[in-house]
């Protein structure tokens, strides 16, 4: 692994740095040093930003919008957006539906969707968790039964993140059932506009507007919206909960802006006459942190390396999932010690305007928030059992 820029790709990261360093508005910085997500609609503009300068899709082939870049100008990329403190793009259209359905949709599927996820005028939400299956995926009960042209779908979706902004859902639905309970599951897409489609809040302890349950009462799906064969649902879901722990390549790069936030916070707290930064035990925590961020770093660029020789990342995708999302939780809980009884203060976000600091409330957010990153995308024993499974043998 070369882990020297050519001049070519030290160029491209000067047209990258440019870009960012005069399209990042300073005012995403807070939240998103604390982990936090923007808003939807900010969200969508950023993507409209990105797209507008023909970066819509970083990791696409270029015969479907995207920018066909090299792994490395994908690194070089989302450096520079950690670097520039720049919103995280958001990926479940762009990272999980978009690659399956350029790779397997029907010419009209591809027509239809990618350019709209691209240009963020499509918003995607995931719908494969169900109440009673979530690690068991296989078990889940939503069914599909074919009535004309169309599918009729009942059932329930769990913790579906962002549905109450989504126009559409990719959704694994069992189409029959089979003595091997993964063989009966089919993938489709599903308009959220749909009658019978309800969505309802659950509410979660940062008090922002995430997580939902979808109910599905007799939605009627056409049969043009299955992705590929049906029975072969499972196959593809798994592709896509492989791409998105490699996604978590993006989150691993990401810590260092979070790293940034806590060492400020730090620098400007004292414990009696000393900076928090300066204290022996604060500054052994924050090193062991800093050395596995690099040790993280590493392994993404080792990721990128293999795909760059068209290998699969196999359990390291697993290996990085554990470790960033173990590590972003190690470094929001520090940032909420170091702000010490500040750390009490939890106000909803409109309160931001008067009183206590408003940074002080995100980081506490973002500490809460960042709990649920060992559990969403497989949670932490799943990556164990994988990586005990494929690298053990156990
Ligand atoms: C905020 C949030 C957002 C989410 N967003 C989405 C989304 O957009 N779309 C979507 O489809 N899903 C989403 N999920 C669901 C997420 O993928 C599941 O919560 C996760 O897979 C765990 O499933 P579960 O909640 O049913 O817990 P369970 O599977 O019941 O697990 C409970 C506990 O048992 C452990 N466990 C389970 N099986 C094993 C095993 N075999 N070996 C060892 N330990 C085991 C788990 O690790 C966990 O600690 C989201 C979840 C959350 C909390």
Excluded at 189 to 207: F, N
């Amino acid at each position: 692994m070369n882990l020297e820029f050519d001049e070519t790709e030290l160029a491209f990261r000067d047209t990258v740095r440019d870009f960012f360093a005069s399209m990042v508005s300073p005012k995403f910085k807070t939240r998103l040093r604390a982990g936090l997500r923007l808003d939807p609609d900010e969200i969508v503009a950023w993507q409209k930003a990105l797209a507008a300068r023909g970066w819509g899709a970083p990791t696409w082939p270029k015969a479907y919008g995207g920018t066909g870049w090299s792994p490395t100008q994908i690194y070089i990329f989302e450096m520079e957006a950690a670097r520039a403190e720049a919103p995280i793009q958001f990926h479940q259209g762009l990272e999980l539906i978009g690659p399956i359905i350029f790779s397997l949709g029907t010419p009209e599927q591809k027509a239809r969707y990618l350019p709209r996820i691209i240009s963020g005028d499509d918003w995607w939400c995931q719908g494969y968790t169900e109440p009673g299956s979530g690690s068991d995926l296989a078990s889940l009960q939503t069914r599909a039964r074919r009535d004309g042209d169309d599918y009729v779908v009942n059932g329930q979706k769990m913790w579906t993140s962002y549905a109450h902004v989504a126009t559409h859902m990719f959704c694994l639905v069992r189409t029959s059932v089979e003595p091997r309970k993964q063989a009966g599951l089919s993938m489709l897409l599903i308009d959220m506009t749909s009658p019978g489609v309800t969505v309802r809040p659950i509410e979660t302890m940062d008090e922002k507007r995430h997580s939902n349950e979808v109910f599905l009462d007799d939605v009627r799906v056409p049969m043009a919206n299955l992705i590929g064969e049906e029975g072969k649902g499972w196959d593809y879901g798994k592709i896509l909960l492989d791409r998105e722990r490699s996604f978590g390549a993006a989150s691993a790069l990401r810590l260092r802006q979070h790293l940034r936030g806590l060492k400020e916070a730090a620098a400007e707290r004292f414990f009696g006459n000393a900076a928090v930064i300066d204290m022996h035990d604060f500054r052994m925590r924050l090193a062991q942190i800093e050395i596995e961020t690099i040790a993280v770093e590493m392994m993404v660029m080792r990721l990128m390396a293999d795909a760059s020789a068209g290998k699969d990342s196999g359990p390291r995708a697993s290996m990085l999932k554990l470790r960033w999302s173990e590590l972003l939780q190690a470094i929001t809980e520090l940032w909420f010690e170091t702000l010490g009884y500040d750390a009490a203060v939890f106000r909803p976000l409109e309160q931001h305007a008067t009183g206590f600091d408003a940074d002080t409330a995100y980081a506490i957010q973002g500490a809460l928030n960042a709990r649920v990153s060992t559990i969403y995308g497989g949670s932490s024993e799943i990556q164990r059992n994988i990586m005990s499974r494929r690298i053990l043998g156990l």
